[in-house]
């Protein structure tokens, strides 16, 4: 995932990457202020317009491991999901655009705004 490489081809839809974020701060990820203040921040960083409000509901609460915020942020291109995980600190994050965007950026400010000790990454572009 270098940074200024071109990744969509002529063809391509688009390119979404896909995050999990270990040893997270449990005040981050417990906290619906700092959450909309992430997307907020990302939505700059990769230079995505917002479309409508970001919507945070906490729920999960059937399953011993599942409470806590989901995010969703519709971006003029398409969307930014995440799923917070407050019994693992894990956060489990979704950036799908038409648009690209600079990968590294985006696990770059995402493992230090959760302060994550460890970060899985995959990327995929959309056919």
């Not at 992430?38 to 599942?66: N, Q, W």
Request: overall charge positive; glycine content about 4%.
């Amino acid at each position: 995932m270098a940074a200024n490489k071109k990744i969509l081809k002529k063809g391509d839809y688009g390119m979404e990457l896909i995050l999990d974020l270990y040893e997270c701060d449990p005040e981050v990820l417990s906290s619906k202020r700092k959450l909309k203040e992430f997307v907020d921040k990302l939505c700059d960083i990769l230079k995505m317009k917002k479309y409508g409000r970001c919507y945070l509901p906490y729920f999960g609460l059937s399953a011993e491991h599942t409470p806590g915020y989901s995010l969703l942020q519709f971006i003029e291109t398409s969307s930014i999901t995440g799923h917070f995980a407050e019994k693992t600190n894990t956060a489990y994050l979704n950036i799908f655009s038409c648009q690209e965007f600079d990968p590294k950026e985006a696990v770059d400010f995402a493992k230090t705004f959760f302060k994550a000790k460890r970060v899985k990454k995959r990327l995929y572009v959309r056919k």
